[in-house]
């Protein structure tokens, strides 16, 4: 039946996803989000379900199985941005509900309500988690499938009433982890080498084992190899055109020099938007587990920390090596099941101290929405609630240009107000500010210049503060929007 109590859990996470949707149904595209899905899914809307006639600044690397879901789902009720967060229930819903399985498998009986109840706390207080769970993009797909790979091979491996219709749900999440986005990959990679590392523990590493383990990631790789073949005979390039925006700078490895300032940049990226406590709690976790761990014991604790541990260093690793922009977003595989690792170490190890121990990661966690320690190579606008505000403001800014007739030919900006709010917004407006490039900005009487928008360089800023002059500003909470005037 399906109101059995078994099925409750089912029902509540469904809630939470549908209450997650509603809560941030006017949050508008951000950042990537505007390209893969946004511009993307209205390409297909637009002109058929053409996936090789994009051109190059479209096909950006990502296959585009999540723009085509999404352009199907416009086809069907509509494009708009209520749409467009009710057709990411379905991964939400997943995400969450894969995280109360590790929790089930995770926590003792003893503890298992508090440690539900302090997770599903610090979950949603997480910035770059509940800032994903608000947009419209590929990350929470990604992670969800992931998760749900994750607990189909623990009820493999522990042989817990393991099905036929487990095993091609298993198979499924693996194929089409790379289809959403290329950073699958190195997620996926590093999933397998830790179902090696576990099984080497437990003892059970063998040739046939071994192939057993790989045989699905494997076919995962060898779909995806023919999905590039296909793509590179049909546009001339393997994964995004090398004269592109998206070829020199977003799939070259990086020199040492630059390697080296990734590392920092990785590092900075785990510390900042509140995660600086979490991550140094992780850091003692860890520690205590490799002190008391017999890694000879089959648990679950044990398998996930195993896959969290690799998986963040495969990840940290793939993007110091690569010369690409580092985002917040790209670690949420790793954020995402921190907070259940730190309720499992607050209620075993500081149960005397949980309620103040949860207190203070929340604390430091929630006033990351209204703090930005590092200015300079902060670009998580999109992984923190501070970004919020930004719907409002840009449309004030849109509206004031509008109504004082300043045109987009003298009004230059530069990414994401370059962009047209048919692609931000899904409105009718085609209305598309002129981008600032190094040689033309002295060419524009009037400038929109925000915080959020991080693309502007330091020639620029410099630029616009000696010629000119502020007309116009918005401001709310620590989003701020600025129109310039040229001083004649």
Avoid at 371 to 396: C, E, M, V
Avoid at 431 to 456: C, G, K
């Amino acid at each position: 039946m399906i109101f059995q109590k078994k099925n409750i859990p089912l029902f509540i996470t469904f809630l939470l996803s549908v209450f997650v949707a509603i809560v941030f149904r006017n949050d508008c595209f951000m950042w990537d989000n505007v390209v893969i899905p946004s511009a993307t899914a209205s390409f297909f809307y637009d002109k058929g379900f053409h996936i090789f006639s994009m051109g190059n600044f479209l096909d950006c690397g990502h296959p585009p199985l999540i723009s085509l879901y999404l352009a199907t789902s416009w086809k069907i009720f509509g494009r708009n941005l209520l749409v467009s967060h009710l057709s990411q229930i379905p991964f939400v819903w997943l995400l969450i509900h894969q995280l109360y399985i590790c929790s089930t498998q995770l926590f003792s009986t003893e503890i298992k309500r508090w440690a539900l109840l302090f997770s599903l706390i610090l979950f949603f207080a997480d910035t770059t988690i509940v800032s994903q769970l608000a947009q419209v993009g590929y990350e929470i797909p990604m992670v969800a499938f992931c998760l749900l790979a994750i607990n189909l091979c623990w009820k493999k491996m522990s042989n817990a009433n393991f099905k036929t219709q487990h095993e091609i749900l298993l198979w499924f999440s693996i194929l089409i982890l790379p289809f959403i986005q290329l950073r699958s990959i190195p997620l996926l990679l590093s999933f397998a080498f830790a179902l090696l590392i576990f099984q080497f523990f437990q003892n059970k590493i063998s040739i046939k084992n071994t192939v057993k383990i790989l045989t699905p990631f494997m076919a995962s790789a060898a779909l995806f190899l023919c999905w590039l073949i296909i793509h590179f005979k049909n546009v001339g390039y393997w994964i995004s055109d090398p004269n592109s925006a998206w070829g020199k700078d977003n799939v070259g490895i990086a020199s040492l020099q630059q390697m080296i300032k990734n590392a920092g940049i990785v590092t900075i990226r785990f510390y900042d938007n509140g995660h600086a406590l979490n991550v140094l709690m992780m850091i003692v976790v860890l520690v205590y587990f490799f002190n008391h761990a017999n890694f000879k014991n089959k648990n679950y604790y044990t398998f996930l920390l195993w896959i969290w541990l690799i998986a963040t260093v495969g990840l940290s690793l793939n993007f110091i090596i690569m010369s690409k922009p580092i985002c917040h977003r790209y670690f949420l595989p790793s954020f995402i099941l921190i907070p259940l690792f730190l309720s499992h170490f607050i209620l075993t190890q500081l149960s005397k101290w949980k309620f103040i121990s949860l207190a203070i990661l929340l604390t430091v966690l929630i006033s990351a929405n209204f703090i930005l320690p590092f200015k300079k190579y902060g670009i998580g606008w999109d992984s923190t609630l501070a970004h919020l505000p930004y719907n409002q403001l840009r449309k004030n800014a849109f509206d004031y240009l509008q109504k004082n007739n300043i045109n987009a030919n003298s009004c230059g900006t530069r990414f994401p107000f370059d962009v047209s709010d048919s692609l931000v917004f899904l409105n009718s407006s085609t209305v598309q500010l002129s981008t600032i490039t190094q040689s033309n900005m002295a060419a524009f009487d009037y400038v929109l210049q925000s915080n959020i928008s991080t693309s502007f360089t330091p020639q620029q800023i410099n630029l616009l503060h000696q010629n000119y002059k502020t007309e116009k500003m918005w401001n709310k909470g620590l989003v701020e929007i600025r129109l310039y005037k040229k001083v004649h």
